[in-house]
Each structure stands twice: as structure tokens, then as C-alpha cells.
């Protein structure tokens, strides 16, 4: 098994979109002291009595930054070719697990790294590990994916 990286799809945007989450990441950091982890501020959004606003406009950027996109340029084609229940069943394992890890990629990848938090490495590499054994099995052994 080879891993093949398609080189043409790091354009510009890519970068400009990575930059616009690292600029977003230190903005809420440093302006309001919050973590952008989309788990933690989704979590709160279904908790009526703690919502702030930032945390709605977070959200709702996720939600327009596609539709923006789309004046400027198409969006890239997707195409779904694995079943609904094996996405629901992968959509709650990943909300079970970032229930379990205390925070998702976006928080201890990118915040908690930039921090040089320890428990955010260890997260990180957890995620890593346990996606890159879930592929293989879901490819190699099941012929799932």
C-alpha cells in the first residue's frame, strides 16, 4: 500500500484558507482568550443557557465561507460513495471520540499543539494513529471504504 499525495490540489487558496484559520485561531485566542475547537463550541451551542455570540458567528462562518467561495470560483466536485449507515455509524464514533479526547482536531491540533500543550500532542497523535488503523482496516480488511 502506497500513500500518493496529489500535488496540484495545494493552490493558493489552500494556503489562504490555512493562513485565514491560523489568523482566526490567534484572533480568538489572544482577543477572548477561547480555544477554536469546533467541537467544544458546537457543544456549547446546544446548551441555549451558554451561547455566546462569537460562538454563533464561529459556526456561521463555517456554514457561509463555502458560499462566498462559490462567487468566486466552483466548489471542487465530491462524490459520496460510502453508505448512510456506515456515515452515521463514523459521525458518532467521531462525536463519541471527541467526547472522549476532551476536544477535537481544530482544538488540540491546532490550538493546543501551538501551545505545546502535552495533552494536546498526545491527542493529536491518538486521532492520527486511530485514523490512519481505521482506513487500513475499513480498506485492507473489510473492504469498507
Avoid at 82 to 96: E, H, M, N, R, T
Avoid at 113 to 141: C, D, K, W
Amino acid at each position: 500500500m502506497s500513500i500518493q499525495v496529489d500535488w496540484q490540489a495545494f493552490t493558493p487558496v489552500s494556503l489562504v484558507g490555512g493562513l485565514i484559520i491560523g489568523v482566526a485561531t490567534v484572533v480568538l485566542l489572544l482577543g477572548i482568550g477561547r480555544i477554536a475547537g469546533i467541537s467544544g463550541i458546537s457543544a456549547s451551542l446546544l446548551k441555549p443557557k451558554r451561547v455566546e455570540l462569537w460562538q454563533v458567528l464561529f459556526v456561521l462562518g463555517l456554514v457561509i465561507s463555502p458560499l462566498l467561495y462559490q462567487l468566486i470560483a466552483p466548489l471542487p466536485p465530491m462524490e459520496v460513495t460510502s453508505s448512510l449507515p456506515l456515515l452515521i455509524g463514523a459521525g458518532l464514533l467521531v462525536g463519541f471520540g471527541t467526547r472522549l479526547g476532551s476536544g477535537c482536531t481544530s482544538g488540540h491540533g491546532i490550538c493546543g499543539n501551538a501551545r505545546l500543550s502535552p495533552r494536546s500532542m498526545v491527542a493529536t497523535v491518538t486521532f492520527m494513529l486511530f485514523g490512519i488503523l481505521t482506513v487500513y482496516i475499513g480498506r485492507q480488511v473489510l473492504g469498507l471504504i
